[in-house]
């Protein structure tokens, strides 16, 4: 649940509109959540497993398979919207984000046209546009910054690509205080889960203790953001659902609480969480002990470096895999 006496915010992964029309609203009155996500897995989910979008749908038989989704989402990310905006006007988070077209990864102007676009049609100021943190993504979340859109970055693995994030970010916000300024705030959505997923055979094969790289790997990027001493700019710990039944279902969002920082899960997860919620604060961890870590892993024949870029990679195509079925659908 929420602690905002160390500003650590709990944002809910999931959209679907049955769900937006209900319980949404609950969780945020009860104080557990003061955010939302979505990202393009998520909305093909809810639009081909949902009924509550064929209503629409059929007045939208003219319409392109693209066209068919954007109107579906909009209207999802607007209702969202809406039922954060209090907490939002009391400068308690209160944000919701919409990605762009995952097809888009290595296109600047596509993903600025599109996530201002996006913005303007949604027409509510606590929307972030969701942008991969990739060459031609950091450009974009600067132009969209400066314009007063929020942004979250995603697909954040590397300690490199957080940097690129910050970068872009400060240009981004400085240029938008230049102009006249207002509220506008950005995420760096670093992915924890998928570390371990990939990697946690082949290091019990060697005798490192699994599950703990992706943490890890979160607490030096969160280190990078925090000493970088934006204060617009904060850590999103995202992929912290747990796969199989090995760990607890709540085993990272645990691990994660951290001051000055949002963790984004899954509905279920986050059931699991409220049951007993954290109190103990696990970060910062002190860099000496994160880089011997890494060194371990290295010592033993892992490099980060390629697990950064497969991670990246299965990553995007996930998502454009994604989009595409549920395109295809429609």
Not at 5 to 10: A, P, Y
Not at 64 to 79: C, F, G, N, Q, V
Not at 178 to 207: M, Q, W
Not at 265 to 273: D, G, K, N, Q, S
Request: overall charge negative; hydrophobic content about 40%; charged content about 25%.
């Amino acid at each position: 649940m929420l602690n905002r006496d160390i500003n650590f915010s709990l944002w809910l992964d999931f959209v679907e509109r049955d769900y937006l029309k209900s319980d949404f609203s609950k969780l945020i009155e009860k104080g557990i959540i003061n955010g939302a996500t979505s990202n393009p897995s998520i909305f093909a989910s809810a639009i081909t497993t949902s009924s509550a979008y064929k209503e629409q749908l059929a007045t939208l038989s003219n319409e392109s398979p693209k066209e068919k989704y954007e109107a579906l989402a909009i209207d999802d990310i607007r209702m969202a919207a809406q039922a954060l905006s209090e907490s939002y006007e009391k400068g308690n988070d209160g944000y919701i984000s919409i990605e762009v077209d995952p097809f888009l990864s290595t296109d600047t102007e596509g993903t600025i046209e599109e996530g201002k676009r996006l913005f303007k049609a949604i027409g509510e100021p606590n929307v972030m546009v969701k942008v991969p943190a990739t060459e031609a993504g950091y450009d974009a979340m600067t132009e969209l910054l400066s314009t007063g859109i929020s942004v979250n970055a995603t697909l954040v693995f590397s300690p490199k690509q957080a940097k690129r994030c910050l970068k872009a970010m400060k240009k981004g916000l400085d240029a938008f205080e230049i102009s006249g300024g207002g509220r506008c705030e950005a995420v760096i959505s670093v992915f924890v889960s998928r570390f371990d997923r990939l990697l946690d055979k082949d290091l019990s094969s060697v005798g490192i203790e699994p599950s703990k790289t992706g943490i890890y790997n979160a607490a030096k990027i969160y280190n990078l953001v925090e000493n970088y001493h934006l204060p617009a700019v904060r850590t999103l710990f995202a992929s912290t659902a747990v796969k199989g039944n090995v760990l607890p279902a709540d085993y990272y969002m645990r691990a994660l609480l951290a001051p000055n920082s949002v963790n984004t899960a899954p509905l279920a997860t986050i059931e699991h969480y409220i049951q007993n919620p954290e109190t103990d604060v696990h970060f910062p961890l002190d860099d000496e002990e994160i880089n011997g870590y890494f060194t371990k892993l290295s010592d033993n024949g892992f490099n980060m470096d390629e697990v950064y870029t497969e991670l990246l990679d299965e990553g995007l195509v996930a998502f454009e895999k994604a989009f595409q079925e549920m395109l295809d659908t429609l």
